[in-house]
């Protein structure tokens, strides 16, 4: 069993930064694949960025690379998504997700574990 608490959001300026953290329980989380993904009303939960059990690969959506960052902390059992150079369509709900899985990480149904989420607001 993981649970997980993101941390961080809020409202920030077009082009500012903001980063959010996701606090996750359990002697188990590295064993888990990490992943941020983000909803606004009314539209799907869309995939943001993921990591590897190790921190040694990473793969974002085409609408953040460049801009955001994940990584991972396996003793502090944290998982960090650092948003540089943000827009107003940035404007969402992030949650941080855990899957076993190794592979279809773009993919929401292959996460087990799921946090209450963290709202940010990007003003133009």
């Known amino acids: 069993q993981v649970q997980l608490v993101e941390s961080g959001g809020g409202l920030v300026q077009a082009g500012g930064s903001l980063s959010l953290s996701c606090a996750a329980s359990?002697?188990?989380?590295?064993?888990?694949?990490m992943g941020w993904f983000r909803q606004v009303p009314g539209k799907e939960r869309e995939f943001v960025a993921a990591?590897?059990?190790?921190?040694?690969?990473?793969y974002y959506a085409g609408s953040v690379k460049g801009r955001f960052t994940i990584s991972r902390d396996n003793v502090k059992n944290t998982v960090t998504l650092q948003m540089n150079s943000l827009k107003p369509e940035d404007t969402a709900a992030y949650y941080c997700?855990?899957?076993?899985?190794?592979?279809?990480?773009?993919?929401?149904?292959?996460?087990?574990?799921w946090g209450q989420g963290t709202q940010v607001t990007v003003s133009s």
């Open positions: 997700a855990a899957t076993p899985r190794a592979t279809e990480w773009t993919h929401a149904y292959v996460y087990v574990y």
């Open positions: 990591i590897s059990w190790t921190g040694g690969t990473t």
């Open positions: 359990g002697r188990t989380f590295s064993s888990y694949a």
